[in-house]
Every structure is written in structure tokens, then in C-alpha cells.
């Protein structure tokens, strides 16, 4: 892959995935099968495709997809981390977390939601960073992996050029190309002429 133009491609695709998988709110749509990575492997995917002339490989998409995860996965963390120092994003997590045990019958499970919210309410932010870290690096190992399959699609999807019959053989006229050996001389014929050369004058 290295005479494609692959570096935009992946850092579009891989800004998109980071910053959605970490927004809150919008990173929920990453609970359907990590959904946000499979389109930004997908968009980086399609950008290759697109600057590209000739048709993208599978294992093409594949590795600009897993560049985009490595890029989303740095963007993950970086911002993640960040959220959990500041606190911000902790109110968010905690309502949803109400409404889920508020959705349960179950009083157990509300109980052990509740105490979940108020240890994360009294953790300083080390405490947090600590506790947190291992499954954000859990998730960027996902991240490269979910990519990587958005590539495959990706490719899959949008490169249509593979399907089309090789262009045809250039025609080229009479004593073309140049270079081309030109057809030999004629041989005059006849008792008493030149055999096998040009005419005498």
C-alpha cells in the first residue's frame, strides 16, 4: 500500500471513530456491534477508493481501516482520560445509569447500580484514571480490530471497478509505434534482374 494515498484517508476515517466512540450520548451507538468504527473504517475505506486509479485490494481496505483504529483508539484515549480527570461526562453516565436500574424490577440489581454511582461519585480523579484504565485499553484494542473490518467492508461496498473488463489494446496504425520494423523492401523478380534487393536504377 505504500503508493496509495492512504494517510488522509486514515485520519479522516480514524478522527471520525475516536470522537464519536467518546462523545457522550453519541458514543452509545458503539453498544450496536462498535457501529462508529465500522464506519470510519468504511469512510476510510471509500476516500483510498476514491483516490485511487486503480482498483482497491481487500487486504488495501483492511490496512488503511486498521490505521484509521490505531489513529481512533489514540483519540479514544487521549479524550477519555481527559473526561475522567475533569469529571466531565460523570453527571451523564450516572443518569443513564438511574434510568437503567429505574427500567429493572429487580432491586438487587438497583442496589448494586446505586452503589456503583456513589463510589464513582467519591473517587478522586487518579482514583478514576486508575480504575478506568485497563478497560479503555481494552477498548482500543477493539478499536483496531473493528476498523479493520470496516475496511473490509468498505472496500466491499464501494469499489465497483474491480467488475469492469480490462480496457482493450491500443490499435495502432501502419508503422506505428515508432520503432516499429517497417515491411521489407520488394524483391524484383524476373531473368536478369537484382534477386533479393531494390530495383536497379
Do not use: H
Amino acid at each position: 500500500m505504500n503508493e496509495l494515498d492512504w494517510k488522509q484517508p486514515a485520519l479522516v476515517g480514524g478522527v471520525i471513530a475516536g470522537l464519536l466512540s467518546v462523545i457522550p450520548g453519541l458514543s452509545l451507538v458503539n453498544c450496536c456491534f462498535c457501529a462508529w468504527l465500522l464506519v470510519g473504517g468504511a469512510v476510510a475505506a471509500k476516500m483510498l477508493i476514491d483516490r485511487t486509479q486503480r482498483p482497491v485490494k481487500s487486504g488495501e481496505g483492511a490496512q488503511v481501516g486498521a490505521i484509521a483504529g490505531l489513529i481512533a483508539a489514540g483519540i479514544y484515549l487521549v479524550l477519555s482520560l481527559a473526561l475522567l480527570v475533569f469529571g466531565i461526562g460523570q453527571k451523564f453516565t450516572q443518569d443513564l445509569l438511574n434510568r437503567i436500574a429505574g427500567s429493572s424490577g429487580n432491586p438487587d440489581f438497583q442496589e448494586m447500580i446505586q452503589k456503583v454511582i456513589e463510589a464513582s461519585a467519591n473517587q478522586t480523579p487518579a482514583q478514576r484514571l486508575v480504575s478506568a484504565l485497563p478497560g479503555l485499553i481494552m477498548f482500543a484494542v477493539l478499536f483496531v480490530g473493528f476498523s479493520t473490518l470496516g475496511g473490509l467492508l468498505g472496500v466491499a461496498l464501494f469499489e465497483k471497478r474491480r467488475d469492469q473488463p480490462p480496457p482493450p489494446p491500443p490499435q495502432y496504425p501502419p508503422g506505428y509505434p515508432p520503432n516499429y520494423p517497417p515491411n521489407p523492401p520488394p524483391q524484383s523478380g524476373g531473368p536478369g534482374g537484382d534477386q533479393g534487393g531494390w530495383p536497379s536504377a
